[in-house]
């Protein structure tokens, strides 16, 4: 997909003291709380990363257990002593720009709209006026679809896969993009791959990339999942603690 890029960037993150037994989960921690929300500085949302750590050392000398990981870092002045990591990170990053070709899948249409969905996140709406005339929209007993007059077996449905042009972008609304079917080449991704030889070829070669980037999303989820599930579990212990003080002390 056009939208997505790989990035290299040096970064400091800042950890808690109270973090410092296990630096390189911290680091991942504050990575991970980006997933998904437009970051400027990255212009586009964040949606996998992998990292490491630039001033670490191996120790293995004196008294010290071999093989154990040692982290050179920069303590900040101030009340909360935070110390900063050097992190070196490569980023997976979905940055829409107005008139990329992009891919979605519908989720909701009308006469008057097409609703669609990018990657399981990102929402997009492409207005009656965007829709090529040639499209008609039929009423059915799922909704509705679009039709094309030319060739009746180019539908668009609920849960077609779609390839429009992006006409802008809301980074206030985490990438809410505008889209179009007016251009060639746009349209039901499956009635594309048969019919547009243009289209077709571009797919052939753009399989594997893509397989490999849903792997990478795929498992960033599952770890930022995995992150605020441990963190909740810690708010409801430190609760438990508390309560059980509580009862002590009467």
Not at 4 to 25: F, G, K, Q, T, W
Not at 88 to 98: G, M, R
Not at 117 to 127: D, E, Y
Not at 183 to 207: C, F, K, Q
């Amino acid at each position: 997909m056009e939208a997505l890029r790989e990035a290299e960037a040096e970064l400091m993150v800042y950890v808690h003291p109270s973090n410092a037994a296990d630096v390189r989960r911290a680091v991942a921690r504050q990575l991970s709380a980006l997933l998904f929300s437009y970051e400027e500085r990255f212009d586009g949302v964040l949606l996998a990363h992998e990292t490491k750590l630039v001033d670490e050392d191996i120790k293995d000398h004196g008294s010290q257990v071999k093989g154990k990981k040692k982290i050179r870092a920069t303590i900040l002045n101030g009340l909360v002593p935070y110390f900063g990591v050097r992190v070196h990170a490569n980023l997976l990053i979905f940055s829409p720009q107005p008139d990329m070709i992009l891919e979605g899948k519908v989720e909701m249409l009308s006469k008057e709209s097409i609703h669609a969905i990018i990657l399981g996140v990102f929402s997009v709406a492409i207005m009656s006026d965007d829709i090529r005339e040639k499209f008609k929209f039929k009423r059915k007993s799922d909704g509705g679809r679009f039709v094309s007059r030319s060739d009746r077996q180019h539908v668009i449905k609920r849960g077609t896969m779609l390839r429009f042009l992006v006409k802008g972008v809301d980074t206030e609304m985490n990438c809410h993009i505008t889209g179009s079917l007016i251009p060639p080449h746009t349209g039901s991704m499956r009635w594309l791959s048969v019919h547009d030889a243009e289209y077709a070829a571009e797919i052939n070669s753009g399989n594997r990339r893509s397989r490999n980037v849903n792997i990478k999303i795929e498992q960033n989820e599952q770890e930022h999942r995995i992150l605020k599930n441990e963190d909740s579990m810690v708010k409801s212990e430190r609760a438990h603690k508390s309560r059980k003080r509580s009862i002590e002390n009467r």
